[in-house]
Structure formats: structure tokens, C-alpha cells
């Protein structure tokens, strides 16, 4: 009597960042590479796990853009291999890398807890991992209140000083719109166009179930960014904060119910609009939650927000070979 076929199972979790959700694979011997087609069936909300992405957790060493991550940072030992829903490969994601941080903290493979001294205090310096993508590496630290703080690097207006004198450099056309309107291209190392519009009325009203037509096209696509420029407060501290609402298609995905470098686009955008009174701080509101993205000196960006494992096991990755 013949033997059933070796099962090969691969440690997998579930989980999202301010709802926009993941897929998370454990493959610690380099061995588990996906194709489109198995992406799209762990993606599947019905026949698979479901997620607007599936995120291959895999040492740096064994991945073709080894030798640029680790000259970058040679402590950068795990490489965050993200694919969308549909199959494509995307440069970054703000969201899945902080989920990232949190599945490798569930592996047990770092430990991101602020270090204590004996009387119970933490001390100034907490631990970072840094953590290899194909938009560069990128540093996360837990803050004390759990969320997942990630210096998400440099940004840039690809329209240069014309754009950012303008205010634009695209024109975005939503589905049910009479005519295209002005929004401003922000590259994060994955690309975003961002549009602003006048009343949150409009915002929840703007129909996204079809990707929308930019102007000129960037050549791999974009993701869309609609916002609301909801004005400024001031924090307990003192700090100058602005907030604003979000929505966002993400090309190779929809419609999801939020997208970090997109909350960094967005913001980056609206203060770009502001000029140079604007706040570097701002709180983004997005169907999943709440993120806060920073601009730094050196003009790089952090986004810092929760991230949640919600359940895990293992699966057989022959099971979503089609």
C-alpha cells in the first residue's frame, strides 16, 4: 500500500495593521518562495486566508537584494518579502512592516520590549529591529503604549519644486466624477498620488470600487490617496498636531480600510500644501483606526501605529498551488 505525499507545512499568522491585513509566512530556511498564483489563494477571502497581501518573513541572506540590505545595515538579518493580494510584488508596505515586527516578535526571533533596570524603569534606549525591504531597510521600536513606531526613510515630491510651487502634478479622475482634479505625486519608495478634498461629505461618497485613472501614469502604477484636511490642535505636551481623514486604493489590491505609506503620502502632501507654517506631526484617520505619521529631519518620515496578530498555526503550502 502506497504512502500519502509528505505533507510540508510552513508556521503562518494572520494579522493587520489599523485593519489592512496580512497573511504573514514563517520561512526561516529560504526554501518557501511564492509565485502569484499561491499569493492570490492564501489573499482569497473565501478559498484561502485571506488578506490584502501575503508577507513572506524570510532571512535577508537568501533573497536577491541581499548584498544591497545588508551594505545598508548589516543588522538587517530578516527581509520582509511583500506581495499584494493580486499577486504583484510592491516595493514597501507601512502597515505590513509593522505586523512584520510583530509576527517576528511572536516567532520569538527578536525582542522588541523596552530594556528595564532592576527598579522596574525602563531605560531611554529601546530595542530596534531593522528590517530588510525592497524599498531599503527600515527600523521599527516599540513605544510603551504598544504601538510600532518605523522610521519609513526618505521620501520625495517626484514632481520637484514645479509640483510642490504648483501643488500638483497629476490630475485623478473617481468613477462618477464629471472631470479630473489636480493631486500631488509622493514617493515613499513605493508610489502614491494624493488628492485633497474640500468636505468629508464628498470623501464618503467618493466611489472606489474602481481603481481610479491618474494622469500622467507612473510606470508601475499607483496608489490613490484621497484626503480631508481636518485642521490642527495642540497636544498635552504642546506639540502642534495636524489631523486629517483618508481613504486609498492600492494598486494590485482596492479599496482596504487603511495603507501606511499612504498615511505618510497623505501627510507629507497636506503639509506640503500648508507651507512651511505646517505641522511636522499629524494624526491620520483611516477606516481601520489611527496612525500618526512624523516628518523628520533629513527629510525621511516615521508612521507609527498598532499592529495585531490575531491567529496563526501552520499550512500546507500545496494546498494553495492552483
Same mark, same amino acid.
Given at each position: 500500500?502506497?504512502?500519502?505525499?509528505?505533507?510540508?507545512?510552513?508556521r503562518f499568522a494572520k494579522g493587520h495593521g489599523t485593519r489592512n491585513d496580512f497573511v504573514l509566512l514563517a520561512d526561516l530556511e529560504g526554501s518557501r518562495d511564492l509565485d502569484a498564483d499561491q499569493v492570490?489563494?492564501?489573499?482569497?477571502?473565501?478559498?484561502?486566508?485571506?488578506?490584502?497581501?501575503?508577507?513572506?518573513?524570510?532571512?535577508?541572506?537568501?533573497?536577491?537584494?541581499?548584498?544591497?540590505?545588508?551594505? %545598508?545595515?548589516?543588522?538587517?538579518?530578516?527581509?520582509?518579502?511583500?506581495?499584494?493580494?493580486?499577486?504583484?510584488? !510592491? %516595493?514597501?508596505?507601512?502597515?505590513?512592516?509593522?505586523?512584520?515586527?510583530?509576527?517576528?516578535?511572536?516567532?520569538?526571533?527578536?525582542?522588541?520590549?523596552?530594556?528595564?533596570?532592576?527598579?522596574? %524603569?525602563?531605560?531611554?534606549?529601546?530595542?530596534?529591529?531593522?528590517?530588510?525591504?525592497?524599498?531599503?531597510?527600515?527600523?521599527?521600536?516599540?513605544?510603551?503604549?504598544?504601538?510600532?513606531?518605523?522610521?519609513m526613510g526618505p521620501w520625495f515630491l517626484p514632481g520637484g519644486r514645479t509640483a510642490l510651487d504648483e501643488g500638483f502634478d497629476a490630475a485623478v479622475a473617481v468613477a462618477?466624477?464629471?472631470?479630473?482634479?489636480?493631486?500631488?505625486?509622493?514617493?515613499?519608495?513605493?508610489?502614491?498620488?494624493?488628492?485633497?478634498?474640500?468636505?468629508?461629505?464628498?470623501?464618503?461618497?467618493?466611489?472606489?470600487?474602481?481603481?481610479?485613472?491618474?494622469?500622467?501614469?507612473?510606470?508601475?502604477?499607483?496608489?490613490?490617496?484621497?484626503?480631508?484636511?481636518?485642521?490642527? %490642535?495642540?497636544?498635552?505636551?504642546?506639540?502642534?498636531?495636524?489631523?486629517?481623514?483618508?481613504?486609498?486604493?492600492?494598486?494590485?489590491?482596492?479599496?482596504?480600510?487603511?495603507?501606511?505609506?499612504?498615511?505618510?503620502?497623505? !501627510?507629507?502632501?497636506?503639509?506640503?500644501?500648508?507651507?512651511?507654517?505646517?505641522?511636522?506631526?499629524?494624526?491620520?484617520?483611516?477606516?481601520?483606526?489611527?496612525?500618526?505619521?512624523?516628518?523628520?529631519?533629513?527629510?525621511?518620515?516615521?508612521?507609527?501605529?498598532?499592529?495585531?496578530?490575531?491567529?496563526?498555526?501552520?499550512?500546507?503550502?500545496?494546498?494553495?498551488?492552483?
Amino acid at each position: 500500500m502506497s504512502q500519502p505525499p509528505t505533507r510540508s507545512t510552513t508556521r503562518f499568522a494572520k494579522g493587520h495593521g489599523t485593519r489592512n491585513d496580512f497573511v504573514l509566512l514563517a520561512d526561516l530556511e529560504g526554501s518557501r518562495d511564492l509565485d502569484a498564483d499561491q499569493v492570490r489563494a492564501l489573499a482569497d477571502r473565501r478559498s484561502g486566508i485571506g488578506g490584502d497581501g501575503v508577507i513572506r518573513l524570510v532571512p535577508t541572506a537568501y533573497v536577491p537584494e541581499s548584498a544591497q540590505v545588508l551594505a %545598508e545595515d548589516p543588522d538587517a538579518i530578516w527581509f520582509m518579502d511583500y506581495r499584494n493580494a493580486d499577486g504583484s510584488i !510592491a %516595493e514597501m508596505c507601512g502597515n505590513g512592516v509593522r505586523v512584520f515586527a510583530a509576527f517576528a516578535e511572536r516567532l520569538g526571533l527578536v525582542d522588541l520590549e523596552a530594556p528595564a533596570h532592576e527598579d522596574g %524603569e525602563t531605560t531611554a534606549a529601546p530595542r530596534v529591529l531593522a528590517v530588510g525591504t525592497r524599498a531599503g531597510v527600515k527600523h521599527v521600536r516599540k513605544e510603551a503604549g504598544g504601538w510600532y513606531a518605523v522610521d519609513m526613510g526618505p521620501w520625495f515630491l517626484p514632481g520637484g519644486r514645479t509640483a510642490l510651487d504648483e501643488g500638483f502634478d497629476a490630475a485623478v479622475a473617481v468613477a462618477g466624477w464629471d472631470v479630473p482634479r489636480p493631486a500631488l505625486s509622493v514617493d515613499l519608495g513605493n508610489p502614491h498620488t494624493v488628492l485633497a478634498l474640500p468636505h468629508e461629505d464628498e470623501l464618503d461618497a467618493a466611489d472606489l470600487t474602481q481603481a481610479p485613472t491618474v494622469q500622467p501614469l507612473p510606470p508601475h502604477g499607483t496608489n490613490v490617496e484621497l484626503v480631508v484636511p481636518l485642521g490642527e %490642535e495642540v497636544s498635552v505636551d504642546g506639540t502642534v498636531v495636524g489631523r486629517l481623514r483618508m481613504r486609498v486604493h492600492e494598486r494590485g489590491v482596492g479599496e482596504t480600510e487603511s495603507c501606511g505609506t499612504g498615511a505618510c503620502a497623505a !501627510a507629507l502632501a497636506v503639509r506640503a500644501w500648508g507651507g512651511p507654517g505646517s505641522p511636522d506631526v499629524w494624526l491620520v484617520d483611516v477606516p481601520g483606526g489611527t496612525v500618526r505619521v512624523t516628518a523628520l529631519e533629513g527629510g525621511r518620515v516615521e508612521l507609527a501605529g498598532p499592529a495585531e496578530i490575531v491567529f496563526g498555526g501552520e499550512l500546507d503550502l500545496a494546498a494553495f498551488t492552483r
